[in-house]
């Protein structure tokens, strides 16, 4: 059968997916050294969803990865469905694994009358039948509370700030964060990049419009210095393009952009290609068509590190020891 048999034969992890990012299933699987269960899912002609797995669950630790692309209900809706039929074949436990978690942008209300959506999922993954959410990098620390059980929040930091070394002059980094709300991420990227100093880019909003912003200036010291400028996803681009703009108008030598999740609706790989950024880093956790690919783009793996999580789940180990105890 499928899976990994723990040392004392007491238990059986297995890993199943999605439709929404096979490829990051599939490199999971194999730094588990282990095969995906085998799933059958197909949609009826009204786009209804039906999934069935080919073998036994009863008992197992089950790892169900799907990570929210586009188009992002239809993946949602799927997942809750395996998780559903995990819960009704006996599956001893259910782990949801969301590389991006959708929805995680609508954490709390800016006005009256809103969902708070991010909530939601939570409440819709533990009626299906979830015990435990694992995820990469949430848009905000709280939707940890939002679910009623144990949520693993990944780093995908210590990926990318090991690439980001090997492409800087650390004596001459500046951390940038787009916004003031995330200053303390950037911090965080500082100490791993050497100390430097940091800034930010003072930004305006309006609630009332998603993914519209307006970059003002920066503040900090970024003059003749190399800037890195950290974001948990890249959307539209709207507002790093924006960023980096008036980041290389107030003198710095270059910018590298790095992202944990490369969203990239429309328009955000030309305003990427063009808004003068030396290199724009992102990992995996969602699925990059090669249409949105372009020469300045990394794409790095987040497999690795979804698999020595998992592998600490099954094993009743630490997976904050993935990350010095810091997450």
Known sequence: ??????????????????????????SVAAHLGIDLLPTTTYEFANGEIYTRFGESVRG??????????????????????MVDALKRAS????????????????????????????????????????????????????????????????????????YVRSRV????????????????????????LGGGPLAFVHKTRDIRSPNKTVANRVVGDVEGRSCVLVDDLIDTAGTIAGAVRVIMEAGAKDVIVAATHGVLSDPAVDRLQNCGAREVVITDTLPIAEDRRFPQLTVLSIAPLIARAIREVFDDGSVTSLFDGQA
């Open 1 to 26: 059968m499928t899976g990994i048999i723990s040392s004392d034969g007491e238990k059986r992890l297995v890993l199943l997916t999605g439709r929404a990012h096979p490829d990051l299933a599939t």
């Open 60 to 81: 197992a630790d089950t790892f169900v990865l799907q990570s929210h692309s586009s188009p992002i209900n239809t993946w949602i809706m799927e997942q809750l469905l």
């Open 91 to 162: 599956a001893k436990t259910i782990t949801v694994v969301a590389p991006f978690y959708g929805y995680a942008r609508q954490d709390k209300k800016h006005r009256g009358r809103e969902p708070i959506s991010a909530r939601l999922m939570a409440d819709l993954f533990k009626t299906a039948g979830a015990d435990r959410l694992m995820s990469v990098d949430l848009h905000a620390a709280q939707i940890q509370g939002f679910f009623d059980g144990p949520v693993d929040h990944l780093w995908a930091m210590p990926i990318l700030t090991e």
């Open 169 to 192: 002059d650390t004596s001459n980094v500046t951390v940038v964060s787009p916004d003031a709300g995330r200053i303390r991420v950037a911090e965080q990227w500082a100490a791993k």
